[in-house]
């Protein structure tokens, strides 16, 4: 945002006199990094009245001449020697401390230029361009420090909508997410066609997971602006948030206007899964990857997909895709594992998990997967050995009792599987019917067999 530039070389009682506030009519979102508003030498204020009934010598008014000509070409440097001579002479003239933390503004001497607006506002606490000029000085680096002089701004304008969003903005970077929302509203009911203020109040009551209130406001700033991307994707947020199904269109709709947002369009997967939408949800992975190459990410996720599709011979080969990008992914690594031991390939299985657990040797998920693929196998001496790494950091649950019971029956140690059934069937405690009667049978001719051999 360029700031307004005064054009006229007039006699200083006239040049001294305020700006109108011609900022206010620029957009919010563009004013923290930019000098804000300059004094414009032909308008005429009524907040500066001491200005106006001083009569100054010629010499001065070249001075403040000089100044503004140097401030025209956006030569600051040159503009300060000036003003710093004018004010030697004249320090209570208000217009000339603004246009010198004007100067310091654009050479970002930023101490300078708080220290000159701070000035300017004691000797003329009207002059809303110097509240404005502050606010958004401090606006980036200190914004709770700019919460006062924007405040201050709106109450010298209370008919403008701008300052009340420009307050609300610091009011939102300085923590004070109720006292900005007040503002945008505020800002809203002053101009109820600004679309900019209803985005921010709308983009806030979302961060306060007030998404009902949002999603009304999203709407309303699509139906004067269809093509917002912001609101758009404002509104699949909202709609998301509350998990309603209208999310994924609101999604698409978006993702029309910002083809190219990688993480809306994952968060369209990841919603669609969460609906259980499967298919659509690996559709719109697949438009996602068209034209260039799968990242892990998108391989990781399509692996999901298959799997709760139980494409299992699918899952094998991305999650083989994605080990070519990272060969040393424990988790994917385990995943492969677990994959074919859904296809019963029991040998794959163990030789992929073994290859995680030596990557990630204290992840007990993987310990657990092993057991249970040795387990299927039918290699009991090899479940109980896993079974035992894992009881050193885990106290076994009723089912891994249960499976122990089985193993050591399989194996006839007599004694060891009665203790891990009757251990079962404390734990259980009737959960599970069909293995408490198997575990009751058993107990009951394991308890006969040892009788026998006493």
Request: charged share 25%; proline share 7%; glycine share 4%.
């Amino acid at each position: 945002m360029k700031p307004p530039r005064p054009s006229s070389r007039t006699p200083f009682p006239i040049r001294a006199a305020v700006l109108i506030f011609l900022i206010l009519n620029v957009g919010a979102q563009h004013a923290a990094p930019h000098l804000g508003t300059q004094l414009n030498a032909q308008s005429q204020s009524s907040s500066s009245t001491q200005s106006k009934k001083q009569k100054l010598s010629n010499p001065l008014n070249d001075l403040l001449d000089d100044a503004q000509h140097d401030i025209d070409k956006n030569d600051f440097e040159a503009a300060i020697p000036p003003l710093q001579k004018f004010l030697a002479e004249k320090p209570d003239v208000a217009y000339a401390h603004f246009q010198l933390a004007y100067a310091y503004t654009a050479l970002k001497r930023a101490p300078e230029a708080r220290a000159e607006y701070e000035r300017a506002i004691a000797i003329d606490p009207k002059m809303s361009e110097a509240y404005l000029n502050l606010g958004i000085l401090l606006g980036e680096s200190e914004p709770a420090a700019a919460v006062v002089p924007l405040r201050k701004l709106v109450e010298l304008t209370p008919a403008q909508s701008r300052p009340r969003i420009l307050l609300g903005v610091a009011q939102e970077h300085s923590g004070d997410l109720a006292g900005a929302a007040e503002s945008f509203e505020g800002a809203v009911r002053l101009d109820p066609r600004d679309t900019e203020a209803a985005l921010h109040l709308a983009q806030l009551y979302l961060h306060l997971k007030r998404p009902a209130d949002a999603e009304a406001k999203f709407r309303g700033i699509l139906e004067v602006q269809p093509t917002s991307a912001t609101a758009a994707l404002g509104l699949a947020q909202t709609l998301d948030a509350q998990n309603k199904p209208e999310a994924a269109d609101a999604y698409r709709k978006y993702l029309v206007l910002q083809p190219a947002d990688s993480a809306a369009r994952a968060r369209l997967v990841h919603f669609l899964v969460e609906q259980k939408s499967n298919d659509e949800a690996l559709a719109e992975l697949d438009r996602a990857d068209a034209g260039k190459p799968p990242t892990s990410d998108s391989l990781r996720l399509r692996a999901d997909l298959q799997i709760a599709a139980k494409k299992y011979d699918d899952v094998i080969v991305t999650l083989q895709h994605a080990l070519a990008l990272t060969p040393n992914d424990p988790q994917l690594i385990a995943g492969l594992g677990r994959t074919y031991m859904q296809k019963h390939d029991y040998a794959d299985a163990e030789k992929q998990l073994k290859i995680a657990l030596h990557l990630d040797p204290k992840n007990l998920a993987y310990f657990k997967d092993l057991s249970s693929s040795y387990y299927l196998s039918g290699d009991c001496v090899s479940t109980l050995a896993s079974l035992d790494v894992i009881a050193k950091s885990e106290p076994p649950g009723a089912g891994t009792w249960f499976i122990r019971g089985l193993c050591y029956d399989k194996l006839h140690q007599i004694k060891p599987a009665l203790e891990a059934y009757q251990n079962f069937l404390t734990m259980d405690e009737g959960k599970n019917p069909d293995q408490v009667w198997q575990a009751q049978q058993r107990s009951s001719v394991l308890k006969h067999q040892l009788e026998a051999k006493r």
